[in-house]
């Protein structure tokens, strides 16, 4: 990509995008009209998160659900810091959010200490535990780090979370809600709150010195070595930022649930929230907080948009259906194509489907069909996450924040392309392997 | 004299070789340690279990080997394959049919994951392979979970048998014994695949020079289907296999046996067939005899606990593995 930076480097700090995602500087402004059409589009997202989707479109009765999407964005940020900018990949993240959560709700609990200075102290916590791992990231990279994670993971929650003493062992430890029981609104906006200020953090740290560093780091190291960056500095301090994020929303989750017990810091949240950044979209702070909230208020999204609960206890006609139109679909294409495997998939899936659909025909299949199970709104979310991930992979790598780039783009005042921030940019080619 | 010098000439002698050796010694020698001061019991269990991890470990071994992706959804070929098998059974179909059947499951869904998402990633990053191979995971982990309930089940051995065979007064079922021979079978046959025969080596040439490998005539993504498919046909068997040893529900090889899967591959250098079930067997002991000594009575999570030790520790210290050889 030719790209010419002709902005003053005060402009450019303002606006925190990486080098590479400048776009060549055509000279446009928008007029005072334009000005005002961004501004408004702006002014109308934050009236929509604070007042009007909360209270007018979900009736005020669904704070608790929208506290949780604010922490899933704060614990997202968190994750793109390691995957997005140190270039490592983190699987034990629920570690770093249950040492958050857990060290709130012994402050808070425990030592009688207010709501603020848990979360304060969770957040060092967080950093301190992070940056322990983050030495060992000097030594070990890649997929074996990735291990270790994984392994940090599953250790932090079998052993640390059961240390009677600290966290109250398997019966868990009370966590208040700061604003008084089941007062869920106030808190949603401390939530946005936190939120706002991981931002501005983030957007700091990457407008800076230190956010270059580490961009430099991830493409390669050894080069970023060459040019003067301290690489063990600034790999420790990625891990340390990224826990302090973990930690502030550990904490936050915490007093969400009004209590914290091992048991929810397990594997497969670690993997959720693996799904929901890279689904966001990697160093799109925006892509990741919709990803994140997305995935949170999944449920919610079920329960709401109506006819659609009611339609998933239904899959078990239409998914023979669909398994029948596609498999078919499939057979006659690769047969039309003489691809003679991709045929032979698509008969017995849609042999499959046709069978499932005829109940006379084979008993075994019908006693089967009547068991088939309804597809509850908690199940779905492990279905479609997934898919959505494998999707984000396989066809569009930089997830949701590739397709609001171009809205981005327009908003910090350019002319409006719908070709900015195509795949060559948000490429995931950056994780040290 | 310093203590290296005495060391000088047997190091000479064994040069590549002296880390190998050493480290089989001091495993030895940990062994005896243990056996000496008795945790007979734990040991042999620690075998039993760690025999489970190796064959799961194979099938790792064998994607790393062939194209240096971690595979993360190992575990699901297997499970997949237990509830196939699990809805064979239950159907009256005989055994052994029913196995065939959900090894044939299990290899479709390899060649479903090489064609739907590993071949279009093919030229990404290896990290965003593991992502996507932990994706594929989790969407097994998902049907299993909406189809299958998550409810414990059981199914029947392929050898029923549990007295026949005893070791320090440990019975060892027929079943335990089936993994071991299952092990050596598979490892030898890997082993023999890679070094004798043709298509070994195209596999392994492909992995280290895949545009060469076209180039003479090779298709690379033949190669890399047949892997994947040999990959979770190898995982389906570790699944029928350990499933009637303790019951089975959703997602139970990933939960329980994965991440000692991957452990003992590391222990084993991760790209040697043997160094997979030799990691096994250690991982199994090291797990077996920290839930049993009574130093680590207090420490809750003991068998997670001394697994991660063991992870860091090896990598630390020997990061290619007891027989992974130089890098």
Redesign the interface.
């Known amino acids: 990509m030719a790209t010419t930076v002709t902005r003053t480097r005060k402009k450019r700090d303002r606006d925190a995008i990486p080098d590479e995602l400048i776009v060549v500087d055509d000279g446009f402004r928008p007029s005072p009209a334009g000005w005002a059409a961004r501004g408004a589009v702006l002014v109308f997202v934050a009236v929509l998160v604070l007042w009007l989707g909360p209270v007018v479109l979900l009736g005020g009765e669904e704070w608790f659900a929208l506290a949780l999407a604010a922490i899933y964005a704060i614990i997202g940020l968190s994750l793109n810091v390691l995957i997005g900018y140190v270039g490592t990949?983190s699987?034990g993240h629920q570690a770093f959010v249950g040492i958050g959560a857990f060290a709130s709700a012994y402050v808070v609990t425990e030592m009688q200490q207010p709501f603020l200075i848990g979360v304060g102290l969770a957040a060092l916590i967080g950093a301190f535990q992070a940056m322990l791992l983050g030495g060992?990231a000097l030594?070990?990279t890649?997929?074996?780090f990735?291990?270790?994670t994984?392994?940090?993971g599953?250790?932090a929650?079998?052993?640390l979370f059961?240390?009677?003493s600290l966290t109250g062992?398997g019966s868990g430890r009370e966590a208040p809600l700061p604003t008084g029981p089941d007062n869920f609104a106030p808190y949603y906006f401390i939530c946005l709150a936190f939120l706002a200020g991981v931002v501005f953090i983030d957007r700091r740290m990457m407008a800076t010195k230190g956010g270059r560093a580490l961009l430099a780091l991830r493409e390669n190291p050894r080069v970023a070595q060459t040019f003067g960056i301290d690489v063990r500095a600034y790999t420790v301090l990625g891990f340390g930022v990224a826990g302090l994020f973990a930690g502030i929303g550990g904490a936050l989750l915490a007093h969400l649930n009004g209590f914290v017990d091992s048991t929810e810091f397990s594997?497969?949240l670690a993997?959720v929230f693996?799904?929901m950044t890279?689904v966001g979209g990697l160093r799109n702070r925006t892509g990741i907080i919709i990803g994140s909230a997305f995935f949170a208020l999944l449920d919610l999204l079920i329960r709401k948009v109506p006819g659609l609960e009611h339609r998933l206890a239904d899959l078990d006609t239409t998914i023979p259906v669909v398994l029948a139109v596609a498999g078919l679909a499939v057979a006659i294409v690769g047969g039309l194509g003489r691809h003679w495997?991709r045929m032979g998939?698509g008969l017995v899936v849609g042999l499959i489907g046709v069978l499932i659909l005829t109940p006379v025909t084979v008993p075994?299949i019908e006693n089967?069909i009547n068991e088939?199970?309804i597809?509850v709104p908690e199940?779905f979310a492990?279905?479609v996450?997934?898919?959505l991930?494998?999707v984000t992979?396989?066809?569009y790598?930089g997830g949701i924040g590739q397709q609001i780039r171009p809205i981005q783009h327009w908003l910090a005042g350019h002319k409006f392309d719908i070709h900015v921030g195509g795949e060559a940019d948000v490429q995931?080619?950056?994780?040290?392997? | 004299m310093a203590p290296g010098d005495l060391l000088a000439p047997i190091k000479a002698r064994l040069g590549d070789r002296f880390a190998v050796v050493s480290g089989a010694l001091a495993v030895l020698a940990v062994v005896l340690f243990l056996f000496v001061i008795g945790q007979r019991e734990a040991i042999v269990l620690g075998l039993i279990a760690g025999a489970s991890y190796g064959l799961l470990g194979l099938g790792l071994v064998l994607v790393y080997k062939s194209s240096g992706v971690f595979n993360f959804a190992q575990g699901e070929f297997g499970t997949i394959a237990v509830f196939a098998l699990y809805l064979a059974t239950t159907q009256g179909i005989p055994y052994v049919l029913s196995v065939l059947i959900a090894l044939v499951v299990a290899g479709l869904l390899g060649l479903l994951t090489e064609r739907a998402v590993i071949r279009p990633l093919a030229s990404a990053p290896r990290v965003t392979l593991l992502v996507a191979t932990a994706g594929v995971s989790l969407l097994c982990i998902g049907l299993e979970f909406w189809i299958g309930r998550p409810e414990p089940r059981q199914v029947a051995p392929a050898l029923a048998r549990t007295d026949r065979v005893s070791v320090f007064g440990i019975f060892i079922s027929d079943q335990r014994l089936l993994i071991f021979a299952a092990i050596a079978v598979i490892a030898a046959a890997l082993a023999y695949f890679f070094s004798r025969t043709n298509l070994g080596l195209a596999v392994l040439a492909a992995s280290q020079e895949p545009t060469a490998t076209n180039l003479v005539g090779i298709s690379v993504g033949r190669i890399s289907t047949l892997v994947w498919v040999m990959a979770a046909v190898l995982g389906g068997v570790a699944g029928v296999l350990t499933a009637p040893l303790f019951g089975f529900a959703p997602a139970f090889l990933t939960s329980t046996a994965l991440v000692p899967a991957f452990t003992a591959a590391v222990i084993g250098g991760f790209i040697s067939l043997p160094g997979a079930f030799l990691g096994g067997v250690i991982v199994g002991i090291a797990q077996s005899v920290a839930s049993s000594l009574d130093l680590f009575e207090d420490v809750p999570g003991p068998q997670t606990a001394s697994l991660f030790v063991l992870l860091v520790l090896i990598l630390l210290v020997r990061p290619q593995g007891l027989l992974g050889g130089r890098k």
Not at chain 1, 428 to 433: K, L, P, Q, S
């Open positions: 990949i699987l060992l030594r070990v890649g997929l074996y990735a291990l270790i994984l392994s940090y599953l250790f929650q079998d052993t059961g240390i009677q062992g594997f497969q993997l693996v799904l890279v495997i998939i075994v089967q088939f199970p597809l199940t492990l279905v996450g997934p898919v991930l494998l992979l396989v066809m790598p995931i080619t950056d994780v040290r392997a």
